[in-house]
């Protein structure tokens, strides 16, 4: 029997159980998980992840980090877009990383936790992070251990899927939100995964998770500036960048 993953708010203090079922997860949808993604998102997380990537131009000379690098899609599009960036993918999911190394040609893979990254301090001159934010045991830590590799002046760039804000404003997306998370995501498990429950998880997980302010709230109380948000997808999902302080921030 899978071992079922805590939601957000029940994880501190069992964060070596959630990431034993999240990695145990993730290894499991790993053949199907790029299809899924394609028909989820109707092929639109190619574009997203484009401009996100587009954000990353503003960051200094140095390496480029894709945290929670999955299958690799984002590493493939960062080495087509900066081919004169050293590019590292780090995901505590081998299988993931395996599954994707055709996409990319120099893209060096790390099995690593985005809990406790195995890079020095200030190593990388921008870190980007696509749908793997909301699945951290922690995500404060994460966010912590984004910035403590991440350089003074470095860009950090996030896509996720967010909760939607409350009141009018953000009273549409919730609607589809749980459309999406009762029915369309466990349905497209069942059918090209065989997989209703990661699927489910996955659905709940975007519901439960930080709203796009919230987020970009955590970064500034963490020194970040010129943190900006914006919506793709009517909203659906959305980016966030902020400069780490320092040299090359204003």
Known sequence: MTKPIAELDARRGHERDHGGAVRAMFERIAPTYDRLNRVMSGGLDVRWRRRAIELLAAAPEGDVLDVCAGT?????????????????AADFAAEM?????????????????????PFESGRFAAIVCGFGLRNLADVDQGLDEARRVLRPGGVL????????????????????HDAFAKTLLPALGRLL??????????????????TRAELEAKLRARGFVEVRGEDVGLGVAAIVRGVRAGQGAS
């Open 157 to 176: 760039v996030y896509l996720e899927l967010f909760r939607p804000p409350a009141g009018l404003r953000g009273l549409a997306v919730r609607v589809f």
């Open 97 to 117: 990383l395996e599954r994707g190394a055709s996409k990319v040609r120099r893209v060096e893979t790390v099995v690593a936790d985005a809990l406790a990254l």
């Open 193 to 210: 995964a065989d997989d209703r429950d990661a699927y489910a998880y996955l659905a709940r997980s975007m519901a439960r998770f930080l």
């Open 72 to 88: 690799l899609d984002f590493a493939a599009e960062i080495e087509r877009a900066y081919p004169d960036r050293r590019v590292v």
